[in-house]
């Protein structure tokens, strides 16, 4: 079943399925590494509507939880 980014678990391991958006909103997501199946593992959530840290090959990238609504995942082991 696939989700947004912003509702994968803290510590979870997820495919990028889909980035819903214009052509700059993907050229900008794709500049940080988050393309389409790529695994990405969420490091945190920020209380507050604060941003999201997620990690992908090795780096950490912080999205506002708008983007993050805008790329969808499939959990790995699920």
Do not use: N, Y
């Not at 209380?47 to 090795?58: A, K």
């Not at 950490?60 to 609504?69: F, K, N, P, S």
Request: overall charge positive; proline content about 4%.
């Amino acid at each position: 079943m696939e989700i947004t980014l912003d509702e994968l678990k803290v510590e979870r391991p997820a495919e990028i399925k889909s980035v819903v958006g214009g052509f700059g909103f993907q050229r900008r997501i794709a500049a940080l590494g988050l393309r389409v199946g790529k695994i990405v593992r969420k490091v945190a959530s920020e209380p507050l509507r604060g941003p999201i840290v997620v990690e992908v090959d090795g780096t950490r990238v912080a999205l506002g939880r708008g983007m993050a609504m805008k790329i969808f995942v499939k959990e790995i082991g699920e």
